[in-house]
């Protein structure tokens, strides 16, 4: 069970807007900022999007994020088909027995 | 370029140990806290460790604490898991990756542990 609650999976068709949600709590969203990555399997992860809503150069418009109180949320409009993948929200974890970096239990998006 | 390599994975029996390696080349590693994170086969990616760029502040997951050991040496370049009591929730593909301000910006292709007898 993860400690950020993401739906297993999302789909959509070329061209739609897709939003995958990612619940937490105030000990992880609710007071620490929000990463989104995403992962391919058998390749390396890749950071899509940091500090809630920035985007590391190189990754298109086309993804956002957003936070509000203890959820946040990431959008992909104009679906393509490479942007099948797993998406997995994170955040640190202020916890009793120390920080901890949670990871969301990933949403697989496919495109029909 | 900036990367990553990982090695050392492999087969161990359950209680056994096992050591990886990640070296990191076109960077200066010795300025960034860098970590462990695993994915088990079908699951979804779990944080292992993490270790600050001087080595002075660590932290373990709950799942690791008192039998994986985070390290780095800044002047080889390379971070450090020594996995100890391994257990059959520990087979996993483990993957080091460079941390700065904005989140993990950078990961490695991963090596595979394997924990069967």
């Known amino acids: 069970q993860s400690v950020l609650t993401q739906p297993p999976s999302a789909s959509g068709t070329p061209g739609q807007r897709v939003t995958i949600s990612c619940s937490g709590s105030s000990s992880n969203i609710g007071s620490n900022s929000v990463n989104w990555y995403q992962h391919l399997p058998g390749t390396a992860p890749k950071l899509l999007i940091y500090?809630?809503?920035q985007r590391p150069s190189g990754v298109p418009d086309r993804f956002s994020g957003s936070k509000s109180g203890t959820s946040a949320s990431l959008a992909i409009s104009g679906l393509q088909s490479e942007d099948e993948a797993d998406y997995y929200c994170?955040?640190?974890?202020?916890?009793?027995?120390?920080?901890?970096?949670?990871f969301g239990g990933g949403t697989k998006l496919a495109v029909l | 370029e900036v990367q990553l390599v990982e090695s050392g994975g492999g087969l161990v029996q359950p209680g056994g140990s096992l050591r990886l390696s990640c070296a990191a080349s076109g960077f200066t590693f010795s300025s960034y806290s860098m970590s462990w994170v695993r994915q088990a086969p079908g699951k979804g990616l779990e944080w292992v460790s993490h270790?600050?760029?001087?080595?002075?502040?660590?932290y373990y997951a709950d799942s690791v604490k008192g039998r994986f050991t985070i390290s780095r040496d800044n002047a080889k370049n390379s971070l450090y898991l020594q996995m100890n009591s391994l257990r059959d929730e520990d087979t996993a593909v483990y993957y080091c990756?460079?941390?700065?301000?904005?989140?993990?910006?950078?990961w490695g292709q991963g090596t595979l542990v394997t924990v069967s007898s």
């Open positions: 500090t809630n809503n």
């Open positions: 270790i600050s760029s001087s080595s002075s502040t660590i």
């Open positions: 994170a955040a640190w974890d202020d916890s009793l027995n120390g920080p901890n970096w949670v």
């Open positions: 990756a460079r941390w700065d301000s904005r989140g993990y910006d950078c």
